[in-house]
C-alpha cells in the first residue's frame, strides 16, 4: 500500500512522485530523522555494554569460585539489561508519536484539494502496471481530482481512458478506493498514515 512518505534505509523522505516538501516541512522531517538515529544508535550501546558486562561478570565468577556472589551481581546486571530493553522500547513509542503527529500537522496545513491530490497519487503507484483504474472518492473532492488528473481521465484517440473517477457518496472526504483487476485498494488519508506508523515501527526494530 502506497505511503505519502518512503523509509528507506536511513532516511525518511517523500514517496516517488510526490512534490518537494516546503523548507519548514523538510527541516522537521529532518529533526525527525535525527532523533531516530540517535535513539537507535543509544538503544544499541546500551545493550551491548549491559550484555558485554554480564558475560564478563559471569565469567570471572566461574573463574574465581565465587559462583553464587558473581552470578547474584550478573543477575543484577541482567535486571538492568531488562529494564533498558523497556525504557528504549518506551522511546520507540514515543519517538513513532511525535514523528507521526508531525507529518498528520504537514499534512494537516494542506487545503483539502491538495490534500485529496496527493492521497490519490499516491496511491496511484500501487496499481501504476494496471491497464485500468477505477478511483472512487467523495463527492466533495471529486472536482479537485478530477482537474489534478484532467490528463490522465481524457480518453486516448481510439481506446478507452487508463483511469476513471467516480464521486461516491458512502465514502467520507479524504477517503480514496481504487478499483483495479488486483482487487479494491483502501488508499484513504488515514491508512496510508497508519501503513507509515507501521513502517516507522519497524525501521525502529530492526
Not at 510526490?18 to 543509544?42: F, G, P, T, W, Y
Not at 522500547?89 to 491538495?114: C, F, P, W, Y
Request: charged share 25%.
Amino acid at each position: 500500500m502506497g505511503t505519502m512518505l518512503r523509509i528507506t534505509a536511513n532516511t525518511v523522505m517523500p514517496a516517488p512522485g510526490q512534490r518537494v516538501l516546503k523548507e519548514a516541512d523538510l527541516l522537521l522531517m529532518q529533526h525527525a530523522q535525527s532523533i531516530l538515529d540517535l535513539a537507535q544508535e543509544q538503544a544499541e550501546r546500551i545493550l551491548q555494554d549491559a550484555k558485554t558486562e554480564y558475560a564478563r561478570q559471569r565469567e570471572q565468577g566461574y573463574q574465581d569460585g565465587k559462583t553464587e556472589g558473581k552470578m547474584e551481581h550478573a543477575e543484577k546486571i541482567m535486571d538492568t539489561i531488562l529494564s533498558s530493553v523497556e525504557f528504549i522500547e518506551n522511546i520507540e513509542s514515543t519517538l513513532v508519536h511525535v514523528v507521526s503527529q508531525a507529518i498528520r500537522k504537514i499534512i494537516g496545513e494542506m487545503d483539502d484539494a491538495e490534500r485529496i491530490v496527493r492521497v490519490v497519487r499516491t496511491a496511484l503507484l500501487t496499481v501504476r502496471n494496471q491497464q485500468h483504474v477505477t478511483i472512487r472518492v467523495a463527492p466533495a473532492d471529486a472536482e479537485a481530482v478530477r482537474v489534478a488528473l484532467a490528463g490522465f481521465l481524457q480518453s486516448s484517440p481510439g481506446g478507452k481512458s487508463f483511469l476513471d473517477l467516480i464521486p461516491d457518496a458512502r465514502l467520507d472526504k479524504g477517503a480514496c478506493l481504487l478499483e483495479s483487476e488486483l482487487g479494491v485498494v483502501d488508499a484513504s488519508l488515514e491508512t496510508q498514515l497508519k501503513a507509515l506508523e507501521n513502517a516507522f515501527h519497524a525501521k525502529i526494530k530492526s
